[in-house]
């Protein structure tokens, strides 16, 4: 696949995921998150990161109502402020205040102190743009889940933490190329059903 393609695949699969109505999503949103509730991982995670939605991604707002119904632990992505390609993590609670992030994405406002990195993590729930029957996920391209996700991939077994992707079950394709300095995801989540990279 050249990269012309991979851009017109994000081109075509970011415009199907624009064109869903206000409706179309919250179903969506309510649809993913029995999903995911019924997911292994999911039940037996304690701290748990998810993402608040830009672009028409799947919204996992219920998925976060139900982390914290749990007495579960929840956790948004932020930008680092000096290495500016990696992602922290930050705690969030119901009501925390936002902001946006230089990309115009929410972040939650905290103390740098109480960041943490994705190492100290139990399962984050990251949004993609497209993915395939392996599993292997096409992102926004800018790659700061792969680099911040990066140290997975010289664990041969220990394995923290669990990496599943959430979308639209539309962005599913046949077949994406997976690069070297991909972080391989064990599943996707989608509003119809739980894909396993195992097959």
Request: glycine share 6%; net charge positive.
């Given at each position: 696949?050249?990269?012309?393609?991979?851009?017109?695949?994000?081109?075509?699969?970011?415009?199907?995921?624009?064109s869903?109505?206000?409706?179309?999503?919250?179903?969506?949103?309510?649809?993913?998150?029995?999903?995911?509730?019924?997911?292994?991982?999911?039940?037996?995670?304690r701290?748990?990161?998810?993402?608040?939605?830009?672009?028409?991604?799947?919204?996992?707002?219920?998925?976060?109502?139900?982390i914290?119904?749990?007495?579960?632990?929840?956790?948004?992505?932020?930008?680092s402020?000096?290495?500016?390609?990696?992602?922290?993590?930050?705690?969030?609670k119901?009501?925390?205040?936002?902001?946006?992030?230089?990309?115009?994405?929410?972040?939650?406002?905290?103390?740098?102190?109480?960041?943490?990195?994705?190492?100290?993590?139990?399962?984050?729930?990251?949004?993609?743009?497209?993915?395939?029957?392996?599993?292997?996920?096409?992102?926004?391209?800018?790659?700061?889940?792969?680099?911040?996700?990066?140290?997975?991939?010289?664990?041969?077994?220990?394995?923290?933490?669990?990496?599943?992707?959430?979308?639209?079950?539309?962005?599913?394709?046949?077949?994406?190329?997976?690069?070297?300095?991909?972080v391989?995801?064990?599943?996707?989540?989608?509003?119809?059903?739980?894909?396993?990279?195992?097959?």
């Amino acid at each position: 696949m050249t990269i012309n393609t991979k851009t017109d695949l994000r081109r075509n699969l970011r415009a199907q995921r624009a064109s869903l109505s206000p409706a179309q999503q919250a179903h969506a949103a309510h649809a993913l998150d029995v999903q995911v509730s019924e997911t292994r991982l999911f039940n037996v995670c304690r701290r748990i990161a998810c993402y608040l939605p830009a672009n028409g991604e799947i919204d996992p707002a219920r998925v976060m109502e139900r982390i914290w119904g749990l007495n579960k632990t929840c956790y948004l992505p932020v930008l680092s402020r000096i290495q500016h390609d990696r992602l922290w993590f930050a705690p969030v609670k119901p009501g925390a205040k936002l902001r946006p992030n230089r990309y115009g994405i929410l972040e939650p406002v905290v103390f740098a102190r109480n960041l943490v990195r994705a190492q100290k993590l139990d399962l984050i729930l990251l949004p993609l743009v497209g993915f395939d029957t392996h599993c292997h996920r096409l992102g926004m391209g800018k790659g700061f889940y792969d680099r911040s996700l990066e140290f997975l991939n010289h664990r041969q077994h220990w394995r923290k933490p669990h990496i599943l992707g959430l979308a639209h079950d539309f962005q599913r394709v046949e077949t994406l190329p997976a690069d070297p300095w991909d972080v391989p995801l064990q599943g996707v989540v989608t509003d119809k059903s739980f894909y396993s990279a195992n097959g």
